[in-house]
């Protein structure tokens, strides 16, 4: 089996489940570029309806929600204790654990968040209403069902983080006789 690389003393799962975000986020984001090439992914796609603007719009947000996917490798890599060099103001300095694991604990939220008004907005026919067949349905939600994997994932590589800087452990219970 190939060797993730992670810190030494990082679980070999949580270091599987940050290797793992990047990974299951892709392919939606290249579903989405797809849709901005013009490729038959909806009914419409084809005829190039898509404005300049919300092309720019969409694979922006592949490319930031790629970066952000990417961020959770930072908790099992030694750029998520001490900032590179290279960053400015912060490089070299120790990250404080409690606001990496606080921040991406908060990012799990947010994705359970976004995910929560898809379904809710796919049902209550809020959504856009994009045409599609049966075959381009199967590979939408194909591209898009491994996100739902994204903020359980996020959140436990967060917690084994903190609890891996901090030294995190349950308190001891103290029993009266």
Same mark, same amino acid.
């Given at each position: 089996m190939p060797r993730i690389k992670s810190?030494?003393?990082?679980? !070999?799962?949580?270091?599987?489940?940050?290797h793992a975000v990047p990974l299951l986020v892709l392919p939606s984001g290249l579903w989405r570029l797809a849709l901005v090439s013009g490729l038959p992914v909806t009914l419409d796609a084809a005829d190039g309806t898509m404005g300049l603007g919300e092309g720019v719009y969409?694979?922006? +947000?592949?490319?930031?929600?790629?970066?952000?996917?990417?961020?959770?490798?930072?908790?099992?890599?030694?750029? #998520?204790?001490?900032?590179?060099?290279?960053?400015?103001?912060? #490089? #070299?300095? !120790?990250?404080?654990?409690?606001?990496?694991? #606080?921040?991406? +604990?908060?990012?799990?939220?947010?994705l359970c968040a976004i995910a929560a008004w898809g379904v809710y907005a796919a049902y209550a026919g809020l959504g856009p209403g994009i045409p599609v067949s049966p075959a381009q349905d199967a590979v939408l939600v194909a591209c898009y069902a491994p996100l739902a994997a994204w903020p359980? +994932? +996020?959140?436990?590589?967060?917690?084994?983080?903190?609890? !891996? !800087?901090?030294?995190?452990?349950?308190?001891?219970?103290?029993?009266?006789?």
């Open positions: 810190l030494p003393d990082v679980p !070999r799962w949580a270091a599987v489940a940050a969409v694979v922006s +947000l592949s490319v930031v929600s790629e970066l952000l996917a990417f961020l959770t490798l930072g908790l099992v890599r030694p750029w #998520g204790e001490v900032f590179p060099r290279w960053t400015p103001f912060l #490089g #070299g300095r !120790r990250v404080n654990p409690a606001a990496a694991a #606080g921040t991406a +604990l908060a990012g799990a939220a947010g359980p +994932l +996020l959140a436990a590589v967060a917690v084994a983080y903190y609890r !891996r !800087r901090v030294g995190h452990q349950a308190p001891a219970v103290r029993l009266r006789a």
